[in-house]
């Protein structure tokens, strides 16, 4: 995956998750390899790599990766699964 130069790229369409990730960070990888086949057509993720803003990277330098949804961290460090599925879940029961 490669990031455009502002720090985000738009894996999905829709409603958001964000991801609070850096370049190079294996624990970014694994929780992106898990999160998107989990979310895939339900949700929009945007990956945003905290090292391009001074605003991410003070708030997030060593908490990456955290999983965001609606202003509120729903994982961080390891996917959060059951959270992750628990804010979509109004969204899936609207269909």
Do not use: K
């Amino acid at each position: 995956m490669t990031l455009d130069r502002s720090g985000t790229v738009n894996i999905v369409q829709g409603m958001n998750l964000i991801v609070y990730s850096r370049r190079g960070c294996h624990l970014c990888e694994v929780l992106l390899e898990e999160l998107l086949p989990l979310v895939r057509g339900r949700v929009a993720v945007e990956v945003r790599d905290i090292d391009t803003r001074d605003d991410w990277h003070d708030t997030y330098n060593t908490r990456v990766p955290v999983v965001e949804y609606d202003g509120e961290a729903v994982s961080e460090y390891h996917l959060d699964r059951d959270r992750v599925l628990s804010v979509l879940r109004p969204r899936d029961s609207d269909n």
